[in-house]
């Protein structure tokens, strides 16, 4: 039907949606990247979550969900 919502906003355009898209005749669509997100952890009390704890130190658990966080939204990480 004209003027109907074929893919909503933020739709990840997969071989299917690529197909329906020229199937109604979209050769060209506007798209946008997944911004890329750059991550680092500082601190000297930082340890690996691989490494054994010791006095002093904790694990750095921080940059794994803020990492997570970053992915479900819709980034990339660069970590």
Do not use: C, W
């Not at 003027?3 to 355009?13: H, N, Q, S």
């Amino acid at each position: 039907k004209k003027g109907e919502v074929l893919v909503k906003k933020g739709t990840l355009i997969n071989p299917g949606i690529q197909a329906m898209l020229a199937t109604f005749g979209y050769q060209h669509v506007p798209v946008a990247k997944k911004p890329l997100v750059g991550l680092f952890a500082t601190g000297t009390e930082l340890l690996e979550v691989d490494e054994p704890l010791v006095p002093g130190k904790i694990r750095n658990s921080n940059s794994h969900m803020i990492s997570a966080q970053i992915e479900r939204a819709g980034g990339r990480v660069h970590y």
